[in-house]
């Protein structure tokens, strides 16, 4: 009896020292883990405290084979120290890896697949089924590619027409941009066609078209009260209201009609419109050049808005229609106005056309940066100032454009930069 608890004594403290030797061979594997920041694999670490509490790692091998594995898993995230408590852990984001573990991507990180300024993407992403207005950043190598011209002799002359309304404060810039327009200075001309100011809109635009003529030589350049009364007064986001939109549109299209009309009575002879929004505060200098290689009747640019490293649509007018867009629209009555940007889209935006090349075939188009034939206003094509085909001013015009035969086209990487909403 005397010797059977003499062997049992003695099991039991084998079994201990076992025990204990086990417990320093798994610490020691852990401070090993601990130094590896970069390749730590949450499930490995999490089977390793199981084994640790259930006791059931009992040699060096199977520890070693671990660290192994950890090592291996060079695409997993980086976890909290050994020290890290449960929930610490189980609240790491863990990327999609061989082991089939799921990230959970924070907003910053998802805005990054979309090409950033500082981390441009290297080639044309198919973005045709895009909902999020993010427009990525292309490299220079990608965007040089599509924007390349070829050595022309321009003889062709632009008329550029400008609505304006309380614009005194943008109106320097945009005379800078037009100043930096690298197609020849004697084929332009400039008319601002002002209405309704109550700051001095019109006395600035004055001052600004005679340093055109006097100091950058552009052909003619004028200021021209509109004599309209009426119109939506506000901040952008007041004038954008949706209810808003059909009056304050069709107000737009008249001045646009009038301007238009001037330019052809006192302008001269000219063989394109360029239409150009004041509150453009970005442009290339080769715009021009951009549009006319488009050899279209109607030819509308990506009209866009910067927002710290990232872009994003501002003008939602330039746009596709599909076949969910068409069968909607065919259940409405004519003379309801269909709107962009006030609900989730069923058209495509031309800035996420890119994938078909730098010419695209469009059905509406925005008037940040628009050009048209000169000879299409003189068969009669306008703005539309009423509801046409469910349409109005710039989306309407292009609508008309169609209908009379004429191309409607955008250029999805000649992008303008318009001002943030205030």
């Given at each position: 009896m005397m010797k059977r608890?003499?062997?049992?004594?003695?099991?039991?403290?084998?079994?201990?020292?076992?025990?204990?030797?086990?417990?320093?061979?798994?610490?020691?594997?852990?401070?090993?883990?601990?130094?590896?920041?970069?390749?730590?694999?949450?499930?490995?670490?999490?089977?390793?405290?199981?084994?640790?509490?259930?006791?059931?790692?009992?040699?060096r091998n199977k520890i070693e084979s671990a660290r192994q594995h950890t090592s291996e898993t060079g695409n997993a995230n980086t976890v909290r120290r050994n020290n890290s408590t449960k929930s610490?852990?189980?609240?790491?984001?863990?990327?999609?890896?061989?082991?089939?573990?799921?990230?959970?991507?924070?907003?910053?990180?998802?805005?990054?697949?979309?090409?950033?300024?500082?981390?441009?993407?290297?080639?044309?992403?198919?973005?045709?089924h895009d909902k999020s207005h993010m427009v990525p950043y292309l490299s220079n190598d990608i965007m040089k590619k599509y924007l390349a011209l070829p050595e022309s002799n321009y003889t062709q002359r632009v008329m550029i027409l400008t609505p304006i309304?309380?614009?005194?404060?943008?109106?320097?810039?945009?005379?800078?941009?037009?100043?930096?327009?690298?197609?020849?200075?004697?084929?332009?001309?400039?008319?601002?066609?002002?209405s309704g100011s109550t700051d001095k809109t019109f006395e600035k635009a004055q001052m600004i078209s005679q340093d055109l003529k006097?100091?950058?030589?552009?052909?003619?350049?004028?200021?021209?009260?509109?004599?309209?009364?009426?119109?939506?007064h506000g901040n952008d986001n007041?004038?954008?209201?949706?209810?808003?939109?059909?009056?304050r549109r069709s107000f737009l299209a008249?001045?646009?009609?009038?301007?238009?009309?001037?330019?052809?009575?006192?302008g001269g002879v000219f063989d394109h419109v360029l239409w150009i929004?004041?509150?453009?505060?970005?442009?290339?200098?080769?715009?021009?050049?951009?549009?006319?290689?488009?050899?279209?009747?109607v030819v509308a640019t990506s009209c866009l808005v910067k927002s710290h490293e990232f872009k994003g649509i501002y003008d939602c007018n330039s746009w596709r229609e599909t076949a969910l867009s068409l069968k909607h629209q065919s259940q409405m009555?004519?003379?309801?106005?269909?709107?962009?940007?006030?609900?989730?889209?069923?058209?495509?935006?031309?800035?996420?056309?890119?994938?078909?090349?730098?010419?695209?075939?469009?059905?509406?188009?925005?008037?940040c940066a628009l050009m048209v034939k000169a000879d299409c206003f003189r068969s009669g094509l306008l703005f539309p100032e009423v509801v046409y085909k469910r349409h109005i001013e710039t989306e309407g015009l292009a609508k008309m454009a169609l209908d009379m035969g004429y191309s409607v086209v955008g250029l999805p990487f000649v992008e303008v930069f318009h001002k943030k909403r205030s």
């Open positions: 608890r003499t062997y049992l004594k003695a099991f039991v403290f084998m079994s201990c020292c076992l025990s204990f030797i086990n417990i320093l061979v798994t610490l020691q594997a852990f401070r090993g883990l601990e130094n590896n920041d970069k390749v730590v694999d949450l499930l490995i670490s999490q089977k390793l405290v199981n084994a640790l509490n259930n006791g059931t790692l009992n040699s610490e852990i189980d609240s790491v984001n863990i990327e999609k890896n061989n082991n089939n573990t799921k990230q959970i991507q924070p907003e910053n990180e998802k805005k990054k697949r979309y090409g950033s300024m500082y981390r441009p993407l290297n080639f044309v992403p198919n973005t045709t309304r309380n614009a005194e404060r943008t109106l320097d810039t945009f005379k800078t941009q037009l100043a930096s327009l690298s197609y020849p200075h004697h084929l332009l001309s400039v008319y601002f066609g002002e006097s100091l950058q030589n552009f052909t003619d350049s004028r200021v021209i009260n509109l004599k309209m009364a009426g119109g939506i007041f004038r954008h209201k949706k209810e808003f939109q059909k009056y008249n001045a646009r009609n009038r301007l238009v009309r001037y330019a052809f009575k006192h929004d004041s509150d453009v505060q970005e442009f290339p200098s080769d715009l021009v050049q951009h549009l006319l290689f488009a050899r279209s009747d009555p004519q003379d309801e106005l269909v709107l962009e940007c006030y609900a989730e889209t069923e058209r495509i935006f031309l800035p996420y056309l890119k994938i078909e090349g730098r010419i695209v075939k469009l059905d509406g188009v925005g008037g």
